[in-house]
């Protein structure tokens, strides 16, 4: 089975949802992340073909990164009377220059203003070399048991960049 799929929708009545699919490919250890817009509202099902969307490949390294981000949302901050120290690594984000656009993406803590943890955020910006104008943003964020379930799928994803490696590494030997 050389493809794992995960994905999810947050549609709504006002046709602003946005959805995200995850499509790692064990065969060659890549991992697509897919972001796109909603684009329609009916019968209480909201509708997203045909909409903007944008994706890009991910790394190892970033797939450590959002892994980081994820363990020190769940961390219990340090607090006493007078300050609260929260984790370090709260967001990660990285940058994706092409020939043909620049792609600006960010996972971040999803929380209240006074800091109770809602989730975990996506924010993706996208801006096209030739038409400047044309640049497009997407958001989507994950609940706590959501959350749980891309973790889950990106230590999946993480460790079989690394089998996969230790595999074609002792094939290699052994000819």
């Not at 020190?72 to 043909?100: C, D, I, M, Q």
């Not at 109770?116 to 910006?125: D, H, Q, R």
């Amino acid at each position: 089975m050389p493809e794992n799929n995960s994905s999810w929708y947050k549609p709504n009545p006002s046709s602003k949802g946005h959805f995200v699919g995850l499509q790692f490919n064990s065969k060659d250890s890549r991992l697509f992340l897919e972001i796109g817009k909603q684009t329609g509202w009916a019968n209480g099902k909201g509708s997203f073909s045909g909409g903007r969307k944008c994706s890009m490949a991910l790394n190892a390294k970033e797939i450590g990164g959002i892994l980081s981000a994820i363990s020190s949302l769940k961390a219990v901050p340090l607090a006493n009377e007078k300050a609260t120290l929260y984790p370090v690594y709260r967001k990660y984000g990285s940058v994706h220059p092409t020939e043909k656009r620049t792609l600006n993406y960010t996972f971040s803590a999803y929380e209240l203003p006074d800091k109770t943890l809602k989730g975990l955020s996506l924010k993706v910006f996208e801006a096209p070399k030739d038409n400047p104008e044309n640049k497009a943003s997407f958001t989507f964020w994950w609940d706590l048991d959501e959350m749980m379930q891309l973790e889950q799928y990106l230590q999946f994803v993480f460790t079989h960049f690394f089998s996969s490696d230790y595999s074609a590494n002792k094939a290699a030997a052994l000819q």
